[in-house]
């Protein structure tokens, strides 16, 4: 099944949840020293994830299937500069 | 071509005569608009020789295929011209409302070239053009010229200004709109202080017909959604219209990005505590300010109720914060702002006021400046208060350091010497913007090679790849891995790419801090095309950013840029700091990177165009 992830096209498995696809993003920013530094004061890495066009809640993370199309992004918190 | 008018103004200020020239289509598909446009005027009309203070120079205020469309961060317009602080061409962008009445006075730029014989402000009003008389505004600052000419001229006009810095010709004098939105580098308000000019008003009522309403409309409610959306899901220590971008000190701080005490240290703990979005919004009272059409809301009014620094207006943005505080080891909040809002109305840049100011204390703290050359003011490290006589200083361009001051810190440490070039920390004649070359080292990459306006952070923004995590996807750069920051291995192609997605961002003209809330190549293409119906793809997108980046090195070699220029870089960068993540991390091997990137271009080894390259861009010969 073919979806686009930050604007890259990816091959995922039917019935892949986006808590999967979150996970490896995390996992790809977590030695970043501004990732380690939010988690470290907040317990989170605040990163936002934004499926075909709309921010999805972290706690509806484990309960979405992704869907042959769908255009997965993530955003930072970081602003400005 | 849809989407724009096909239409510039020329005003010339020697012979007080304003007209109108025809701009065929092909210009607009090979430049766009915005800084594009302000580009292709310079190569057809400011011959080799031109100075930035000569009457030729030609300064141009842009709008693109983007103003007048009701999408977020569509407010945004350029002014270019040569700089009298690089002494080449440059652009800077600006904000609020002024792009969008110009836009709708049916013009796609304002050039003014010529000298008036005394002090002038120019109205335009739909087709109708005024050169008016301002000699009861020179000598006001910004703000109180800008009222005077809103309260003259009556509703509905925007209006741009100088103070008395732009008129006193201080190298890094800006342009300010509204009293919030400044065309802050490169000193084109020094550009208008040359040709006398204070001030233009501009109203319209006329709407430029685009491509496909429809799809446009659709496109605009979209993505202003996604982006309101974006921007209220950051918890409340992140949202930009809360905390303005401020809060970037907090999250450039773990990574080493600040400038501390003129680029020699590391950190300022007690700045990190004072100069950050949570007490920008308890001390100094921070409320969201927008632009027009604008969900993100990053600027903010501020007002500080008591005290030497009490003031009411414009609050410091990050810039300000790292370049006039962590920069000269201030930590005091209200002095920052203050000093800042100080800078504005005498129309000085606080990128480079701040870099100028650090030079002055490093001098005084190493004896090549003492009291005798300060006015007995005393310039030490962390000084708020002689931080902010300064400030008055140079922008009354007092006799003595505060008149050198305002040449900018390259000159003033070549008239006074003693080794003092070795901490002006610039390139080319403009201070560096507050970001770290040890943090990333493409940032060093990008100075050194930008041409749009020297060495900028928003003509070559590739320090967003890792300060903000900022990327690509759509010309691929998906993914970077953070080892990477101090890694030369791909920063040619990476500092290639931003700088020509900054060139058609800034063409276009649109609001790079959307990016921040999920605004991305994607959106911009799918705009620029349903304003234009150029149809483009993204292949052809980045195209035409190449092709502005090569006019605009183009115009550098006509203003007298050598490869000697991109090489010589500040030193200091080279010195490690002994703290953080880049801890001992200096940009060794820069030098061949430089060289790399050069090749990447399809330049020569000295950084030239060659023809090869020239031709598959078209520019052999730039139509109109």
């Known amino acids: 099944m073919k979806i686009t992830v930050s604007g890259k096209p990816q091959e995922i498995a039917p019935g892949t949840r986006l808590i999967a696809l979150v996970n490896q993003l995390e996992a790809r920013v977590k030695n970043d020293p501004m990732i380690v530094s939010l988690i470290q004061k907040t317990g989170r890495s605040h990163l936002l994830y934004i499926l075909n066009g709309t921010v999805v809640k972290a706690e509806d993370h484990p309960t979405i299937e992704m869907q042959e199309g769908d255009d997965l992004r993530y955003v930072h918190p970081f602003f400005g500069g | 071509m849809k989407g724009v008018w096909n239409k510039i103004l020329k005003v010339d200020l020697t012979a007080k005569k304003a007209a109108t020239e025809h701009v065929p289509d092909e210009v607009y598909a090979y430049f766009l608009g915005g800084e594009g446009l302000a580009a292709w005027v310079l190569n057809k009309e400011c011959p080799r020789g031109t100075s930035a203070f000569d009457p030729a120079n030609r300064l141009t205020l842009a709008v693109g295929p983007m103003q007048g469309i009701k999408q ?10 040569i700089s009298p602080s690089i002494n080449m061409n440059a652009g800077s962008a600006i904000t609020h409302a002024f792009g969008i009445e110009m836009k709708q006075a049916g013009y796609d730029a304002v050039v003014v070239h010529g000298r008036a014989e005394k002090p002038v402000y120019i109205v335009i009003d739909d087709d109708k053009v005024r050169v008016k008389d301002a000699a009861r505004l020179w000598g006001k600052d910004s703000y109180d010229a800008h009222d005077l000419i809103q309260e003259k001229e009556g509703d509905g006009f925007e209006v741009v200004t100088t103070g008395q810095a732009g008129e006193r010709l201080v190298r890094y004098a800006n342009i300010q709109t509204a009293h919030k939105s400044f065309a802050g580098r490169c000193g084109f308000g020094a550009v208008m202080g040359s040709k006398l000019l204070k001030g233009i008003a501009v109203r319209g009522s006329q709407t430029c017909p685009i491509a496909d309403p429809m799809a446009n409309d659709a496109l605009n409610k979209a993505i202003n959604k996604r982006l309101a959306e974006v921007n209220a899901s950051k918890p409340e220590l992140f949202r930009i219209s809360h905390l303005g971008t401020a809060m970037a000190t907090a999250l450039f701080a773990p990574q080493g990005n600040l400038p ?9 703990p007690e700045g990190e505590t004072n100069l950050g979005g949570q007490s920008y919004v308890e001390k100094l009272n921070a409320k969201p300010w927008a632009c027009r059409y604008c ?37 005091d909040q209200e002095a920052v702002a203050y000093a800042g809002e100080l800078a504005n109305r005498y129309s000085m840049d606080t990128i480079s006021l701040g870099g100028v100011l650090a030079w002055a204390m490093e001098s005084y703290e190493k004896g090549v400046l003492t009291q005798e050359d300060t006015y007995g003011i005393d310039l030490a490290w962390g000084n708020a208060a002689a931080m902010v006589e300064m400030v008055r200083k140079i922008g009354e ?24 070039e070795q901490w002006a920390i610039q390139m080319k004649g403009q201070e560096i913007a507050a970001h770290n070359w040890r943090a990333q080292y493409i940032s060093a990459l990008n100075y050194c090679t930008g041409v749009a306006s020297g060495p900028n952070h928003e003509r070559g923004n590739s320090q967003h790849i890792w300060v903000g995590h900022i990327l690509l996807p759509e010309w691929g750069i998906d993914h970077v891995e953070n080892a990477e920051r101090w890694s030369w291995e791909k920063a040619a192609e990476r500092n290639a790419k931003f700088h020509d997605y900054c060139n058609v961002i800034n063409s276009a003209v649109h609001c790079k801090f959307q990016e921040f809330a999920s605004y991305n190549l994607t959106d911009l293409l799918a705009t620029i095309n349903t304003c234009t119906g150029l149809n483009w793809s993204q292949e052809e997108l980045r195209r035409c950013g190449e092709r502005i980046t090569n006019l605009q090195k183009l115009l550098n070699i006509r203003y007298g840029w050598k490869t000697a220029d991109d090489f010589n870089y500040p030193k200091r960068f080279m010195e490690p700091v002994s703290e953080g993540v880049a801890a001992g991390k200096i940009p060794a091997g820069l030098d061949e990177a430089i060289v790399d990137y050069y090749r990447h271009r399809g330049w020569d080894d000295k950084g030239y165009p060659t023809a090869a390259k020239l031709r598959e861009l078209g520019l052999e010969s730039v139509p109109g």
Do not use: D, T
């Open chain 2, 295 to 331: 969900v993100i809301k990053c600027h903010n009014k501020c007002e500080v109720k008591n005290g030497p620094y009490a003031y009411k207006g414009k609050g410091p943005e990050y810039e300000s914060f790292a370049m006039m505080g962590f920069n000269l080891l201030i930590a």
């Open chain 2, 397 to 420: 361009r007092a006799p003595g350091l505060g008149y050198l001051l305002g040449e900018g810190c390259k000159i003033a440490s070549e008239r006074i010497g003693q080794g003092s």
């Open chain 2, 260 to 268: 501390v005490k003129n680029y020699q240290l590391a950190s300022h």
């Open chain 2, 72 to 81: 977020s961060g569509a407010a945004k317009w350029a002014v270019g011209g």
